[in-house]
């Protein structure tokens, strides 16, 4: 597929179904714990500076975001779990949303599920990777911010990601740094891979 990432915009933000853009366009959702680095992903991915917004005050996101890339694919960016000043109610309502997302949508040809390869995944990134296998979801893992790792040090972190994962073999496994752009090419061929299987 030939798309070209220079016609890309905000499409809508959506709480739920109702509010779903209604076509086959087929979609790449982004999911991660809060500041992991999923809208920097997007921007990365798409060359632009700040078409998804970043910033440094987590759990801002608070609606799934759907980005329209050249009227071929959809990027979703998801608001990031594990963010500890939410309210409970915040986070049941924000459960909802994604599961219902993650769990009906047809669109949807993959998760890019992002952690920090700087550190162990958290008890909600091993519950997301759960998840997404439970429900058969293909899974492209994204390890974010590689530039803050010694590149000696990249398989260390690495291994010890995909084991308290309990990573599937089968799924990508991919670096990445939106600073320096490693994973870039890598990122593209795998959510490319996805959006031709089906
Ligand atoms: N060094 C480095 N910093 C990064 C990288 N990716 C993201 N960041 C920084 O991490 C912070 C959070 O990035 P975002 O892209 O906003 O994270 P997010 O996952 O979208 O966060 P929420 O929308 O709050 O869920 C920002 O300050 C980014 O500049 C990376 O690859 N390397
Ligand atoms: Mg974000």
Redesign the pocket.
Known sequence: MEINTHNAEILLSAANKSHYPQDDIPEIALA??????????I?TLLNRKNL??????????QLLNFFNIDDKLRFV?V??YG?AKVSKTERAKWGKMIEEYLTSRENLRAVVS?VDLRHDPSADDVQMYEFLKYYEIPVILVA?????IPRGKWNKHESAIKKKLNFDPNDDFIL????DKTGMEASWNSILDKVAEK
């Open positions: 991660g714990r809060s500041n992991v680095g999923k809208s920097s992903f921007n998804a917004r970043t910033s440094g005050k987590p759990g801002k996101t960016d608001p990031g963010y992002l974010t911010k590689a530039d803050k990445f740094s939106s600073v």
